[in-house]
């Protein structure tokens, strides 16, 4: 197996930012998809084992996706609700699979950022950090914390190692997506230590009906603009949803971009996926501008913004609208309705 690129360097610098605490509390981004769900409780774990340092982990969010539910049940861990104002300034915090002023986790100015661990674009604020650690060109949180484990030689317990595969499996798309060497050289040394079965029912975790429902809604409102396709999905009962339906809309033949929006607690929700450029990331934050927050890879990205009252749709036509105008892609929508209604128009 190739040498993980987390050396014992990185390693021994990580356990040193830690030193003489006696607490701290890992906040992955809010709502947490596998990925960093994953990576803070395997930093939990380490920092456990080799600092003797007991973490909490806590989000501001929820986990609503059915796979992700069914992880959660099968690692038997309680994750701590918290939000921005009940951080306390005299704890010290770790974001996992985020970064201060991404908009998408707990933090908040005032706080101590102890270590950020990620894989998203660099943001200055993680200069905030005793410690940061962040590799865009990862394709998974997950994988950086695999190599912390390898590099502290740590056996690693059967749930932790499905979570990490899991982990990488979901944001790389099973190594399909923006997955490098390390990505792949840490899902084949946890696939040995996965717990197959539990894998299965995971992924295969059934769904409840509101999830049909929000399909039907999504294609009926979904239209095709040469190659862009756009669709509404009204309200969601988990933020999650928008990024799943956004992932199912990219399949459509002859779809380059998929844009799905989603009220959910009086915020628009946003999820972008292209598979043929990159630039997705830059295209939400075009879209969200200063009204919101956004954020992601050349391929895959998302972003939320408060809509204050304002009508949902009226909004998500806004940003549809910035959305085509930065692709150079027509107004006219080539098609309206995917459950059927081909051929008519609809103006942006």
Request: hydrophobic share 45%; aromatic share 6%.
């Amino acid at each position: 197996m190739p040498a993980h690129p987390v050396s014992h360097g990185r390693l021994d610098q990580l356990l040193r930012s830690v030193e003489g605490l006696d607490r701290l509390l890992i906040l992955p981004h809010n709502n947490p998809d596998p990925d960093a769900l994953a990576s803070a409780l395997a930093l939990q774990h380490l920092l456990f084992a080799r600092a003797g340092l007991a973490a909490d982990v806590a989000c501001p969010g929820i986990v609503g996706r059915a796979e992700n539910k069914a992880l959660v049940r099968y690692l038997d861990t309680d994750l701590r609700s918290v939000a921005p104002d009940d951080l306390d300034v005299t704890t010290p915090v770790a974001l996992v699979d985020t970064q201060p002023t991404a908009g998408n986790n707990a933090w908040r100015p005032g706080v101590p950022v102890q270590i950020v661990l990620d894989h998203h674009n660099l943001r200055e604020a993680a200069k905030l950090a005793v410690y940061a650690d962040i590799r865009p060109e990862f394709g998974a949180t997950s994988t950086m914390l695999t190599g912390y484990l390898q590099a502290a030689d740590l056996a690693l317990p059967t749930p932790l190692a499905t979570a990490l595969f899991y982990g990488i499996k979901t944001d790389t798309r099973g190594l399909s997506r923006g997955a490098q060497p390390a990505d792949v050289d840490a899902y084949l040394y946890l696939l040995p230590l996965a717990d197959r079965e539990a894998l299965n029912e995971i992924e295969n975790s059934q769904v409840p009906v509101h999830y049909f429902r929000t399909l039907v809604e999504s294609f009926q409102t979904a239209c095709v603009y040469d190659g862009v396709v756009v669709a509404f999905a009204g309200a969601v009962h988990y933020p999650d949803l928008v990024a799943e339906i956004a992932d199912i809309m990219l399949r459509l033949e002859g779809a380059h971009w998929s844009i799905c929006m989603g009220s959910y607690a009086d915020h628009l929700v946003v999820s972008v996926r292209t598979n043929t450029a990159h630039g997705a990331g830059l295209l939400v934050q075009h879209m969200i501008g200063e009204s919101g927050s956004a954020g992601g890879h050349g391929i895959m990205a998302g972003g939320d913004a408060p809509l204050n009252g304002q009508d949902a749709k009226a909004v998500a036509d806004e940003f549809a609208r910035r959305a085509l105008d930065y692709l150079n892609a027509p107004h006219t929508a080539r098609i309206v309705n995917l459950l059927g209604a081909a051929g008519e128009c609809r103006e942006l």
